[in-house]
T-cell receptor, first 116, second 113 residues
């Protein structure tokens, strides 16, 4: 079974702090994604990466950056956390054409971040 | 870009059928997915349908796709309290090499005993 793990389930930070959210997958997937989930807005793509050291902006990249130094790990960085970044953050991974289900994405359990 | 829309809430009684609807805008969508999110958890793939199919059945789940109207539905037969969750519709297109999915806002299904 694919496993996607996220470093924390719950995180509380103060405004202005630098925040690191870590995601690790164990299935050698090329693609990794960071989404944020807010009530009534569904999942919105922040950044994704399709290879080591490669990244692309998603729909809402402002205020975030990412790092992918190793294939299995994709980090989301909030350089200076703000209260409007309080949200649930979900990491996912996929591999193109490995299965019969398109680029099915496998999700981690999420990190609920609160910025005070 | 692609837009995927769902109603936000559905309430049914245990044993009834649930129908969750979704509309999308990009006619080149190749795969359409239904994900389920239980409280406090990440998303799990429930079922999917390829764009050249009209219907797919998997035990209590039936997915219907109307490509002309760009409408997707998920029917859950004999709904149980364990089906209470948020259901997300998602589409995948192959345009411009984009590998991400576009998700709807999610439909919260509440099953009353």
């Amino acid at each position: 079974d694919v496993k996607v793990t996220q470093s924390s389930r719950y995180l509380v930070k103060r405004t202005g702090e630098k925040v690191f959210l870590e995601c690790v997958q164990d299935m050698d997937h090329e693609n990794m994604f960071w989404y944020r989930q807010d009530p009534g807005l569904g999942l919105r793509l922040i950044y994704f990466s399709y290879d080591v050291k490669m990244k692309e902006k998603g729909d809402i990249p402002e205020g975030y950056s990412v790092s992918r130094e190793k294939k299995e790990r994709f980090s989301l960085i909030l350089e200076s956390a703000s209260t409007n970044q309080t949200s649930m953050y979900l990491c996912a991974s996929s591999s193109p054409n490995k299965g019969q289900r398109g680029d099915e994405q496998f999700f981690g359990p999420g990190t609920r971040l609160t910025v005070l | 870009g692609e837009d995927v829309e769902q109603s936000l809430f559905l309430s049914v009684r245990e044993g009834d059928s649930s129908v969750i609807n979704c509309t999308y805008t990009d006619s080149s969508s190749t795969y359409l997915y239904w994900y389920k999110q239980e409280p406090g958890a990440g998303l799990q793939l429930l079922t999917y349908i390829f764009s050249n199919m009209d219907m797919k059945q998997d035990q209590r789940l039936t997915v219907l796709l109307n490509k002309k109207d760009k409408h997707l539905s998920l029917r859950i037969a004999d709904t149980q309290t364990g089906d209470s969750a948020i259901y997300f519709c998602a589409s995948q297109t192959r345009g411009a090499g984009r590998r991400a999915l576009t998700f709807g806002s999610g439909t919260r299904l509440q099953v009353q005993p």
